[in-house]
T-cell receptor, first 115, second 115 residues
Framework: DTEVTQTPKHLVMGMTNKKSLKCEQH?????MYWYKQKAKKPPELMFV???????INESVPSRFSPECPNSSLLNLHLHALQPEDSALYLC??????????????FGPGTRLLVL | GENVEQHPSTLSVQEGDSAVIKCTYS??????FPWYKQELGKRPQLIID?????GEKKDQRIAVTLNKTAKHFSLHITETQPEDSAVYFC??????????????FGTGTQLKVEL
């Protein structure tokens, strides 16, 4: 398996709902990332996990809660979102390493609409 | 933090012409510079990258140059084809303590290759 996969592809939720996004990779990568991408904008980093530990939280509101249950799986739990949170949520992973030169490979994303 | 500027924001070329996209970065600690191509509704796909100990890299019709002193790097696409039409993002990478890296993206260039 040489790809990052994400489910669901699309998600519509109300502001009182709780939902989760899932990301999976079986490439032996040990760093995983969540990005948010609005239309016609670049991806913006939200969280970085390295060896299943959260290493970066880019001041993301607490209504977004990441979880890394194991080295292959990354979740993003969503609760009480706002309409402005509607976006494409991208997951990425990168091979083991500490040089900062590791390539990040992106999943296809989950397109989220908050009503 | 790191700041990446990218120009132009849109670029229209005739099929067979060359296209050049330029980026500058601010943080001298950045040591890895990937370029991603994103087609509408698709994931960002790595097309070429360059590490800070290299000045130039070429892969068929695509080349990237890096000037660390001036803190700028460029993407060159020769003999453009209609399938090259997409949004191109440059990025600068800084290592994250404990593993992984933090990508800061440029604002993107919409490339259109006309027949």
């Amino acid at each position: 398996d040489t790809e990052v996969t994400q489910t669901p592809k699309h998600l519509v939720m109300g502001m009182t709902n709780k939902k989760s996004l899932k990301c999976e990779q079986h490439m032996g990568h040990r760093a995983m990332y969540w990005y948010k991408q609005k239309a016609k904008k670049p991806p913006e980093l939200m969280f970085v996990y390295s060896y299943e530990k959260l290493s970066i939280n880019e001041s993301v509101p607490s209504r977004f809660s990441p979880e890394c249950p194991n080295s292959s799986l990354l979740n993003l739990h969503l609760h009480a979102l706002q309409p402005e949170d509607s976006a494409l949520y991208l997951c990425a992973s990168s091979p083991p390493g500490t040089s900062g030169r590791e390539t990040q490979y992106f999943g296809p994303g989950t397109r989220l609409l908050v009503l | 933090g790191e700041n990446v500027e990218q120009h132009p924001s849109t670029l229209s070329v005739q099929e067979g012409d060359s296209a050049v996209i330029k980026c500058t970065y601010s943080d001298s600690a950045s040591n890895y510079f990937p370029w991603y191509k994103q087609e509408l509704g698709k994931r960002p796909q790595l097309i070429i990258d360059i590490r800070s100990n290299v000045g130039e890299k070429k892969d068929q019709r695509i080349a990237v140059t890096l000037n660390k002193t001036a803190k700028h790097f460029s993407l060159h696409i020769t003999e453009t084809q209609p399938e090259d039409s997409a949004v191109y993002f440059c990025a600068a990478s800084i290592r994250v303590t404990g593993g992984g890296n933090k990508l800061t993206f440029g604002t993107g260039t919409q490339l259109k290759v006309e027949l």
